[in-house]
């Protein structure tokens, strides 16, 4: 895990203040990896209704995996200056807390180029609840999502990072 100290300068503006698509030609190709999480809390009776897998939309989980993937694989579309970026992995893992009426996804993203995959990570993450949001909305408007964060990311110039934040806690 590195710790390393965080620039203090925002890449995606020249020197006069204007906004730009930072230049990474001069970057080394490495294998890059991304993990981001997030989570949705709802009412017990939701997460029921999910579990049993008996929603009127469908297979509530299995729709959302397929969206994150799908929102990965679209990021420089919707983030205006992220990079398109040739994906070699995404996955989409779903944790169920039931005692916390809560659902935590999981994404895993990897390349092989000259810049990261954290906001494919995030992204995915994002669209992954948000279509649990949808999905379930019907029976339960008040679902929260919250926590949607990075906790890794390995490869480039600045190696390897892990969050030092505890995901249940919040604390370091």
Not at 48 to 64: C, E, F, S, T, Y
């Amino acid at each position: 895990m590195t710790t390393e100290a965080q620039s203090t300068e925002l890449t995606h503006f020249d020197q006069t203040g204007q906004a730009h698509m930072v230049d990474v030609a001069g970057k080394q190709d490495t294998h890059r990896i991304a993990v981001a999480s997030g989570m949705i809390r709802m009412l017990p009776a939701t997460l029921a209704i999910i579990m049993q897998g008996n929603a009127k939309k469908g297979d509530v989980l299995g729709i959302a995996r397929i969206a994150a993937i799908m929102a990965a694989k679209r990021t420089s579309d919707l983030i205006p200056l992220c990079h398109p970026l040739p994906l070699t992995r995404v996955s989409i893992d779903f944790n169920i807390v039931a005692e916390k009426a809560m659902i935590i996804c999981t994404a895993h993203a990897e390349t092989i180029g000259k810049t990261g995959v954290e906001m494919e990570a995030l992204t995915a993450v994002q669209i992954g609840l948000l279509t649990i949001y949808d999905m379930c909305k019907a029976v339960d408007r008040g679902m929260v999502m919250s926590d949607i964060r990075v906790l890794e990311k390995h490869g480039g110039k600045s190696g390897d990072w892990t969050s030092l934040i505890d995901t249940e806690s919040g604390q370091a």
